[in-house]
């Protein structure tokens, strides 16, 4: 049972225009939402994060957006760069579950020059 | 600052042969600490997570073990590997914390092939 799901698994965007990367969990016990940016043969990074006492969360050019009722999370990024270009996965947690993080299977965004 | 070892970086193994890697964090105590797989094309699974030492719990049923002999030492074993071992294994750490929202930091990954 996949309860974190990234259901688009690749996106293309121009230079400049924004990236929306989306994840979709089942789990209403997940209270807390990363995301992480990877590159090849390297580790993740992470990128932000958000509760869920939250609907938003912002820092620099990557917004997170959270819909409970949805049970839908988004990462923006605006303006897109080329270094941008990774694999993005969300993560999900739940409180009381010692920190363990559920991992969707990720998204490859390519930003084009 | 925290930083996160992993290592070798890559590894070439027969099937049936033993197997060792290390992870280690600085910068911080009593992290919990975890071990996570992922398989080409895939996202990352969970095998193993420690929040201290001796204290291991695992994820999923298979041929790999972990232990945890130092508070910022995290070591993931085979006896004997299989081909689907195959992978590349990460280590992640966390402060952990009351409410369980956790930031989890991961190190440089090892890349490991069974032949």
């Known amino acids: 049972d996949q309860q974190v799901k990234q259901n688009s698994p690749s996106l293309s965007v121009q230079e400049g225009r924004i990236s929306i990367l989306n994840c979709d969990y089942t789990?209403?016990?997940?209270?807390?939402f990363l995301w992480y940016k990877k590159y090849p043969a390297e580790g993740p990074t992470f990128l932000i994060s958000?509760?869920?006492?939250?609907d938003k969360n912002e820092d620099g050019r990557f917004t997170v957006f959270l819909n409970k009722s949805a049970k839908h999370l988004s990462l923006h990024i605006v303006p897109s760069q080329p270094g941008d270009s990774a694999v993005y996965f969300c993560?999900?947690?739940?409180?009381?579950?010692?920190?363990?993080?559920?991992f969707g299977q990720g998204t490859t965004l390519q930003v084009k020059p | 600052s925290q930083t996160i070892h992993q290592w070798p970086a890559t590894l070439v193994q027969p099937v049936g042969s033993p197997l060792s890697l290390e992870c280690t964090v600085e910068?911080?105590?009593?992290?919990?600490l975890y071990w996570y797989r992922q398989a080409a094309g895939r996202g990352l699974q969970l095998l193993f997570y420690s929040v201290g030492i001796g204290q291991i719990s695992s994820e999923v049923p298979q041929n790999l073990s972990a232990s945890r002999p130092q508070d910022r030492q995290f070591i993931l074993s085979s006896k004997k590997l299989l081909l689907s071992d195959s992978g590349f294994y990460l280590c992640?750490?966390?402060?952990?914390?009351?409410?369980?929202?956790?930031?989890?930091?991961f190190g440089p990954g090892t890349r490991l092939l069974v032949l």
């Open positions: 910068g911080t105590s009593n992290p919990n």
């Open positions: 958000i509760s869920s006492i939250k």
């Open positions: 992640a750490w966390s402060i952990g914390s009351a409410r369980g929202q956790e930031t989890q930091y």
């Open positions: 993560a999900a947690s739940a409180s009381g579950n010692t920190g363990k993080l559920i």
């Open positions: 789990n209403s016990m997940f209270d807390y």
